[in-house]
């Protein structure tokens, strides 16, 4: 059995302001992708100011999505009996998946603005977007969210909130998975040209296969329970969706031309 590491979830304490780890991994991982996507922006000829126009889309996207997607799919009654509750983004959190609609709005309405494919522009974001999910994994785990369920292997973890026996570091999983394999994976196949849509639909299909296995270790959310046969789960519903919609990208692209980039990669000077 492993100690659970007790990180106090306020990162920086001045006074009445409080900086938690949580709000700061996503910090984090825009300036990592910001960084990332310069590294790339020729091969979709952006300019690198392009990119600060385009992390400042995806991060709306993101924080409106995200909330949003969290009070319909997991907060319904909360935002029934209360609909400001949908602001108190301290009370519940985000959902990926509203999360990830609001991205996909976000990125088709920057496509449009600078006349871009959308799924050029989505291929080129899909390997960077990895990273905002390992490090909002890694939040959750700082903040004690997201607990697995009883296990006796030897990296189980006492969580101080449910106490008990151990139980699977859950949120750790996915950050390995949905995080540090998913980022190596895609940023490894988009290095070279592909066929359009191809890197998007492998995204969707990655996330949704490490999702969907790692559900099973972990707690339903306690609002929901388990929305069938005692082990479907509501992140197992809204994920199988993408792994359909993954593997018929995938399909799709085959048809698709090569993403050539429009000009040769520029050399340092």
Known sequence: MLTYPNIDPVAIALGPIKVHWYG?????????????????????GLSNDDIGDLIFYVALGVVLGGRAGYALFYGTEQLLANPLWLFMIWDGGMSF???LIGVLIAVWLFARRRRLGFFQLTD???????????AGRIGNFINHELPGRVTE????????QLG?????????????LEGLVLFIILWWVSSR????????????????VFRFGVEFVRLPDPQLGFI??????????????????????IV?????????PPASEPQPA
């Open 124 to 134: 080129f974001i899909a390997p960077m977007v990895p990273v905002g999910l390992g």
């Open 228 to 249: 069938a046969f005692d082990w479907l789960t509501m992140g197992m519903l809204l994920t199988l969706p993408m792994m359909i919609a993954g593997i018929a990208l």
């Open 97 to 99: 998946h509203g999360g």
């Open 24 to 44: 700061l991994m996503y910090v984090i991982s825009f300036i990592v992708a910001w960084w990332l996507g310069r590294r790339r922006a020729w091969r979709v």
């Open 252 to 260: 799709w692209s085959r048809r698709q031309s090569v993403d050539y």
């Open 193 to 208: 040209p592909r066929r359009r849509g191809l890197v998007s639909g492998l995204f969707l299909l990655l996330y949704g």
């Open 164 to 176: 008990g026996p151990p139980r699977h570091p859950s949120s750790l999983y996915e950050a390995l």
């Open 153 to 160: 292997l030897p990296w189980g973890m006492v969580f101080p």
